[in-house]
């Protein structure tokens, strides 16, 4: 997660932050905030949402992410998103950070989140999957994310849906 708007303060990209988490990471804020990558991807690839307008990781299991959304979310939304989520963690996909500097970094990502002052913009990639400026700890492969489970999912004002989700307490 990427964002200004992460309620724990994880979510931007910068130099500050970098050396944070790092190889082996299996702390369940790690493991949150690589769901959390799988679950934008997922969103981005069904709904075209580019990531979450806002987030939340409460520094437990739990945690919540709003997403503009192209049509409205029904309940088999919620099961196909938890299924496509769950996927990309049974693949066990690698997790990798990469260091760029801000000025190339522009012409790829979307910045709007990294604070200004930020020159080298932190990078991390799930294989395959995506790749997202972000200054937070992860997992090194998608499977120690563990289960993963899409708690419930609300609508809201602006063409916005507010999922809430879950791991498991202990990964596989
Ligand atoms: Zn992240």
Redesign the pocket.
């Known amino acids: ?2 964002g200004a708007s992460d309620g724990n303060g ?2 931007s990209a910068g130099e500050a932050a970098i050396g944070r988490g790092g190889n082996g990471d299996r702390s369940l804020r790690a493991r949150m ?2 769901a ?2 799988l679950l934008s991807a997922v969103m981005r690839r069904r709904f075209g949402a580019p990531r979450p307008v806002a987030a939340h990781l409460d520094g437990g299991r739990k945690g919540r992410c709003d997403y503009v959304v192209s049509r409205p979310f029904v309940p088999e939304d919620a099961v196909a998103v938890e299924a496509a989520v769950r996927g990309l963690i049974a693949q066990d996909l690698s997790v990798s950070v990469r260091r760029m500097s801000r000025v190339e970094a522009s012409a790829h990502f979307d910045l709007e989140a990294v604070p200004p002052d930020v020159k080298t913009v932190r990078l ?1 990639a799930v294989h395959g999957v995506d790749e ?1 400026p ?1 200054s ?1 700890a ?1 997992v090194d492969s998608t499977a120690a994310v563990g289960g993963f489970r899409i708690a419930s999912f609300t609508p809201r004002e602006g063409g916005v849906v507010r999922l809430r989700f879950r791991v498991d307490a202990a990964p596989r």
């Open positions: 997660m990427r994880e979510g905030h690589t959390e990558h991390v997202t972000c937070g992860h």
